[in-house]
């Protein structure tokens, strides 16, 4: 029986920007991971997802709602107690450069985490930053180099040794390979695959590359406007799509079988602002199949069948 890393409850985070109005950045989202599983969650820009990611790792502190890790609520966790979880969950960030200190060496950048924790002596320290650098298939002639002097690829990796330097159990990808050139995301994504078989590691993996979900993913998540619209498992969702969302997103993926060309949905209107939302479904303005009711009563999320989760009238 698979056992799960995480479970996520009712979710909330909203974001003030005046005294009456707030941001439904994330608004109730529930879900599960399993131990060694790649959970994929996909969205258009703004849906929420990386807020998401965020507030798992405590770096968004949420509003509402229940983070189980170790069958322990992590959100009534002290900043002591969030310390000692903080090596076993680590997070891969969405631009290599930015999230590099550009004032330190790839040693010292990898080392920090290390040094901190209390990992060993300047010798063990130096031995295991080698030994990661060698996961990431890095040459240790780069290790007095700056963030500046390496290319996107070589950066990421560094993050990514950097993630892995003391043995986490669960990472959240937070978009790793949107900023690299393609054949750099290729060597990216080989190594996160790579440490899953390897190292045992558990991924929530934020992407809105639908190509790199399907590869990597064992289960997807489609989030819209702060909610999840639809889950399921990977070969699923893609050949069995029912929300009218994950429907226009699916066709808009490239195949090179012309025989199986999905035809194409396009969808009109632009994505209504998170500010204030109404009581309706979130997506019935841009929706092409929305009933009368969509206008004023969101639908819930409910399950189709096996693993297989929706939120849409049209099925509920």
């Known amino acids: 029986m698979l056992k799960e890393k995480i479970i996520v409850t009712n979710l909330k985070k909203h974001f003030r920007i005046s005294k009456k109005d707030f941001v439904h950045a994330v608004d109730g989202v529930s879900f599960n991971i399993f131990e060694g599983e790649t959970m994929g969650l996909v969205g258009e820009s703004g849906c929420g997802k990386t807020t998401v990611g965020r507030c798992i790792l405590r770096l968004i502190e949420p509003d509402e709602g229940k983070i189980i890790f170790k069958e322990k609520n992590i959100l009534g966790f002290s900043k002591k107690e969030m310390k000692r979880i903080r090596k076993e969950v680590q997070i891969i960030f969405q631009d290599p450069f930015s999230s590099l200190d550009p004032r330190k060496t790839v040693e010292q950048l990898i080392s920090e985490p290390l040094r901190i924790n209390k990992f060993g002596n300047k010798k063990q320290i130096k031995k295991r930053v080698l030994d990661l650098l060698s996961k ?9 180099k700056y963030p500046h002097e390496l290319d996107g690829g070589r950066c990421q990796r560094i993050g990514l040794a950097r993630a892995i330097s003391l043995n986490p159990s669960f990472l959240v990808c937070d978009e790793p ?9 290729a060597q990216v994504l080989k190594l996160i695959e790579e440490f899953r078989e390897k190292l045992g590691l558990t991924y929530l993996f934020i992407s809105h590359n639908l190509s790199v979900i399907r590869k990597l993913s064992q289960r997807i998540m489609v989030m819209y406007l702060g909610l999840i619209v639809e889950m399921a498992d990977a070969n699923e969702l893609f050949n069995e799509p029912l929300h009218p969302y994950t429907k226009a997103l699916l066709s808009a993926v490239p195949t090179l079988d012309v025989n199986n060309c999905r035809k194409r949905i396009i969808l009109k209107g632009d994505v209504p602002t998170p500010i204030n939302l109404g009581e309706g479904c979130r997506f019935y303005k841009r929706c092409y199949k929305s009933l009368k009711k969509c206008a004023y009563i969101s639908p819930a ?9 929706v939120r849409c009238h049209l099925y509920n």
Do not use: W
């Open 301 to 309: 999320l409910v399950e189709i069948s096996k693993n297989h989760f």
């Open 177 to 185: 390979v949107s900023a690299l050139d393609v054949s750099s995301q």
């Open 136 to 144: 990431v298939y890095l040459n240790e002639e780069i290790i007095n």
